[in-house]
């Protein structure tokens, strides 16, 4: 398998499901400005929307979309219990399905996408903004009790790992949510998270030394 991905980019969460199935895969580095791929390819090619994750099976198919290519992962490597996947368990598969949409939809794309983007306006900032406490008091009152999404951890929690650590570089502070915070931690000090992190933080330091050497240092010291 083969995973075109960007440096924290919520690929990340492919990477981790990979490392936490023992997958034998390999990584390609899409850069999210030019759209080049590390090997040289022009990744529209690839991704007509030139968006990361696409995952690259044996065969040359290709996948794309997060919840899509984490389930497939998931089903591909069963012994690594990353899913509810026994088919008598409908309500188990669907609550995963459940947590990956709510993390696509509301927390992706509708908090954290506007308000990373350059191009959002700040009316569009703002709105997304206007959802925050309502999202991560949700997923604050789910953890009560809990270890992770499910019963136990999942493609889900690395999806919601690779967004909440968008927070950082937003205004959204994870600490006025501690159940959240602490969760965030926890899945933050799997091995297969922290190699993950820890990879594509170099790469992305990488980058921005080319870019922004200023802001590298600001990155590098936090
Ligand atoms: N619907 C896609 C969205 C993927 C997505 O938004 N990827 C971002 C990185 S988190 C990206 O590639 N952005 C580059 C761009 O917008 O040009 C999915 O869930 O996989």
């Known amino acids: 398998m083969k995973l075109y991905f960007s440096p924290l980019a919520c690929s990340l969460a ?8 023992g997958a034998n895969a390999t990584f390609v580095e899409v850069d999210p400005k030019t759209k080049k791929t590390s090997d ?28 899509a290519i984490l389930q497939y992962i998931a089903e591909a490597f069963p012994e690594a219990a990353l899913a ?5 368990d409908t309500l188990g598969r669907a609550r995963l399905r459940q947590w990956l949409s709510f993390i696509g939809t509301e927390l992706h794309k509708g908090l954290f996408m506007p308000l ?12 997304a903004l206007s959802k925050r406490d309502s999202r991560l008091d949700l997923l604050e009152r789910h953890l009560e009790g809990r270890e992770w999404l499910l019963d136990s951890f999942s493609v889900a929690d690395a999806y ?11 205004p959204v502070k994870l600490s006025q949510w501690p159940r959240l915070d602490a969760y965030h931690a926890r899945v933050a000090a799997r091995p297969s ?30």
């Open 14 to 21: 492919s990477r981790i499901a990979l490392y936490e199935a």
């Open 160 to 170: 919601l790992y690779t967004v909440l650590n968008w927070a950082m570089v937003t």
């Open 116 to 127: 990373l983007s350059k191009d959002a306006s700040d009316g569009a900032k703002s709105f």
């Open 40 to 67: 040289d390819q022009d990744f529209h090619e690839i991704a007509p929307l030139g968006l990361v994750p696409v995952l690259e099976l044996s065969d040359g198919q290709r996948l794309t979309e997060n919840g």
């Open 84 to 88: 509810p996947l026994a088919p008598s």
């Open 193 to 222: 998270v922290k190699r993950a992190f820890s990879e594509e933080r170099f790469l992305y330091g990488k980058e921005l030394l080319l870019r922004a050497p200023r802001a590298a240092l600001a990155f590098v010291r936090a």
